[in-house]
């Protein structure tokens, strides 16, 4: 199997896109737990939504779409735009989907937002920190991303930059497009749009240097 040259090679790694091996399943369901409860995080935190939101927020409303609707449309174009770039779907895809969005309401359901702005400001980072880490975990199972995820890395294979740089031109692209449409711009935000994609790109380098990388 063609992997990417994009994510490394970890002792993990799945041999295809729909590879059933326990271990390459059991790290990507640990990453996306982690993602889960980094948007939960987040989302607790109440200091903004995170760029794709804010770009759903301002289609809906030039739209008039509701905004699920849009979030969901918005998921599916991101998918569509694979093509193009050559990425495709594995397991993973179909897992992301389901156990970010259980933990994610499972959490917000559980928890309280905290009530001090710098506890807010503490959770959005450790938000952060969790979501930039659990993509460079699950990703690493090399089963598939979710949608935006896999823009990312099918830019990153064309253009040849690393992860920071093009996750972070992507955040900050949809967020001043959304806010330039209509959507809030909050402090979480701006956090997430500059903070998301070297945090994974430190967890990734921390992974090769934890466990050695086999690119291919």
Request: charge should be positive; glycine fraction near 12%.
């Amino acid at each position: 199997m063609l992997k990417s040259k994009v994510i490394p090679i970890m002792p993990w790694t799945a041999s295809s896109f729909w590879d059933l091996n326990p271990k390459s399943l059991l790290v990507l369901v640990f990453g996306l737990i982690l993602f889960g409860l980094g948007e939960a995080c987040l989302v607790l935190a109440n200091l903004g939504s995170t760029p794709w939101t804010v770009l759903s927020q301002g289609l809906s409303a030039q739209l008039g779409v509701p905004l699920g609707m849009m979030t969901f449309i918005i998921s599916g174009m991101a998918l569509l735009s694979w093509i193009p770039i050559k990425v495709r779907p594995g397991i993973g895809t179909l897992l992301n989907m389901v156990i970010i969005a259980w933990v994610l309401g499972s959490m917000v359901e559980a928890f309280d937002s905290p009530k001090t702005l710098l506890a807010r400001c503490l959770l959005t980072i450790l938000g952060i920190f969790l979501v930039g880490l659990a993509s460079a975990i699950y990703l690493t199972c090399h089963l598939g991303s979710g949608p935006r995820d896999g823009l990312m890395v099918g830019l990153c294979q064309v253009t040849g930059l690393r992860v920071s740089v093009v996750r972070t031109a992507i955040e900050v692209t949809v967020s001043l497009l959304g806010w330039l449409l209509g959507g809030t711009l909050g402090l979480g935000t701006v956090l997430f749009a500059i903070g998301v994609g070297w945090a994974m790109q430190l967890s990734l380098d921390g992974l090769i240097s934890l466990f050695g990388d086999s690119k291919v």
